[in-house]
Structures are given as C-alpha cells and as structure tokens.
DNA sequence: TGATGTGAAGCGGTTCACAGCC
DNA sequence: GGCTGTGAACCGCTTCACATCA
C-alpha cells in the first residue's frame, strides 16, 4: 500500500540514470544538469528533477546535481549498496538459460541455488549453481538468504511455486511465465512475458493499428459512423 | 504516427485475451463473457470490452463472445496467422541462451539465424542455429526472410546494430541491451530491461517508498513541509 | 544567469455506469 | 435478464512554465 507511493515507473528510470551516471563518472566528469542527462535518454529533464525530487533535494540550482553524490544516494535509494541474493525456479530451457547468463555476475546480484520437481535433475549443477528439489525450498531459501526468485515453470506451475516462494518469506519475484500472478500486497512481483512482446512486435508487423476499425471481419456489423471517426484520430 | 493508435499495453493483453482464449476453447468451452474474461486474471471487464472495440463488435449482448470466433479475430488481428522468422544479434552468453530457448519454437515464430563479430564465433552453431558475420546482416536477412532482430549486444554496441538492422529493412526489434534506443518513426523497438527490472525489485527490497522524502541523507535539507506532507499521501 | 523544484495543465489509460440490444 | 459497447468521470503520469535560489 504506502509501498504503492513509489511507481515502477520511477524506480526503472531511476535504474537508468544511475547507469548514466556511472558512466559520466567513469568518464571524468563532476556535474550534470537534469537537461543534459535528459538528452541521453529522448527524455523530458522535468521528469528528472522530479523523479530525484522524490527522494530529497539533491540539486543545485544554477549548477546541476554533482554526479558523484547524487550516484551514492541513487545506489542507496535502490538498495544496491548490498548483495542480493537470488534463486531460479524451474530449470527448464528458460531457467538454464537465465542461470548460465552471467549477466549478473558483475553486479551485487548473485545466482545462489536453482529449483526444480524433476527428481532427474534434482543434484545436479547448471555451471557452478546446484539443482535443489522445490520441496525443500523454504529450508534452503533460509539458509541460503534468498531474497529474489526468479519464476521459470511452465505457466500452470506459476500460481503454486509464487505461493511456494511466498510462504518461505520471499518478497521480491520476477516472473517469466506468460501468465498473469495474483500476489499478497507485500510481495512486489515483475513480470516479464517475452512471448506477449513477441506478439506485440507481430501485431506491428501485421500492420498495426491500421487494422483497427476498419480492416473489419465481414461478419462485423457497423453502425454508429460517428465513434469510428471519433477513433480515428 | 498512425501506428500509435493501438497502444502497446492493449496488444500485450490482447496476447493474453487469446492465451486465455486458447486454453478455454481446448477445455471445449464455447462462450465466454467479458466479467468471466476479467476474473482469470484479476483486470477490469470494461476494459476487455474496450480493447476488442477497437478492433470491431465480436461480442454478442445477451451472450457474450464465442470464444472460437474471437479467437479466429485476435490471432488475425496479433498477426499470428503468418509464421515469424527471427534473428539474434550477438551470440555472447544471453544470445546464446535465447537461441537455446525453445520457448518459441511451437509457435509462429522461429529463430533463423545468430549474428555476431567475433571471428571466432562466425561459422559455429548454437543448437541448429548458425553465426554469421553481422557485416553481411542485409544479405543474410533478406535471404533468409527475417522479419525481427533480437540485440543481445553489450549497450555500446546496441545502438550501433539497431541502425544497422534499420538499414536492412527489419521493422521489429526486440532489444534486451540495458539502454534506451533511439528508432526510426517506422520501426518499432521493445526494449527489456532485466537489469533495471531487477534493480526496482531491489528498490522495494531496499524499504521501497518508505525511504522517500523522509529517509534523507545527512546533507539533503528540508523546507517546504507542506509539500512533504502532500507528497507523504 | 542558469538550473532546480514544483504547482498546474495536459494527456492517456482505466473504471464507472448505463443505454442499447439479444 | 444478461451482457456488450461506450460516454463520462476518474486517476496517474508527463510536460509545461515559472518562482526560487546558488
């Protein structure tokens, strides 16, 4: 609920201005304006000041935020001035994947156990992370400290392993399966469906909206000339 | 510009709508009302009824929707009635993983081919899938019919590849690079994040709002009180 | 002077509520 | 009676514009 005060939205960009940063001070420079930020992201610089206006007052007017400063209270803001450690549910192809993708590794985000129900995998390794049984997941997420889960099961699994995870104290989880999750109010849940991005993609590709209204189905009766113009534009 | 019509949160549903829709007409149901629709997946009716208007009247008042008919519509309207052909940029460890994701192989869309600049990699396979020169991306595109590139290139490089993709004709891009992408009006981009995706989960791990304008640092000063409070609610 | 911080306006998406139709 | 299609209200995010301050 007060969690809700803080959109998605917000954190995400704020993410993105922290790389900007990180990249301006590996490059030299001491002070950035919200405008000249803005114009590496074809962003407006009101949006900016006021997503950092949220958090305090971190600039100086007539010189801009010193670069420095404002990335030590962005790392804090976002919490990446600890470890993080995460787990992947599911060790399938997508999990695999993810698990063998080290992108993360650089970063304070750390792959800490997999979890699978297949009894043939249970005990094995995907690089240097072991396959546990989902069973056991509350008794290893504890001794484990995970704090992240990564949902990787086929999309009929997903309710039941969120509610799995939920129930170990997991409150942060990101989702790949293309299915929409019902959470308590203190788990944030992300979901990342890459199959409806594909299809997004394909709708454009089919055309767009240009289909919309007036490509119509001949079983599709008009009527009321006046909101399809109304649509239109 | 006209394509903007259909925003992209309609079409990612209506991606839903019809996964949605597939999975009822195969446990042989045959109609569905827009209320029945929107309990599956905790989102309001009117809104289900909204974004099919926009295509056209597929419901029935009184009945609500056949769900083979609608079904019929949405895979027209998503494009899915044709087959995809996809390619991967960048055959590092996260292109490597897509291309050994069969997640979409029993669908429409089919991974063709991976790019890279690596000599070392150019010539080898992922699964089936062969590397090619990303010099020679126009030719081996229009050879091989691709439709939608894929960049899993670090994010210098990323800009870089979408203009040449753009050049090739590709109109469809699917961008896991962390970094925003500058595109021409007539190609469309997805971008996801999974850094900054992580990150917000961080952020909400990190105490989430509740460090907003009140947990201040040291050297943030306050005035203003009643723009905090108003802030706070 | 130059850039922030922010009220107010603008815009787009969501929800409500109900007229219209089966 | 039941459910769609949709104007109107609502809500939240974005952009504008400017007072404020180093």
Known sequence: M???RISELITNR???YLRCLNEMAAAGEKTVSSERLAERFHLN?????????NFGEFGTRGVGYYIDSLREHLTKILGLDK????????SGRLG????????FRDSNFQIVALFDSDPEKIGRKIGDVEIFDIKNFS???KRDKIEVAVIAVPAEAAQAVLEKVTKAGIKAVMNFAPIP????DDVKVKTVDLTSSLESLSFFLAGGADQAVNGLKPNVKRRRKEYVVKNKR
Chains 1, 2 share one sequence.
């Open 2 to 4: 007060k969690s809700e």
């Open 14 to 16: 704020l993410s993105i």
């Open 45 to 53: 610089s009101a949006q900016i000041r006021k997503d950092l206006a």
């Open 83 to 90: 470890d993080h450690r995460i787990c992947i549910v599911g």
């Open 96 to 103: 695999a994947a993810l698990a063998d993708y080290h992108g």
């Open 139 to 141: 008794s290893v997420a």
């Open 181 to 184: 999750l019902k959470a308590n």
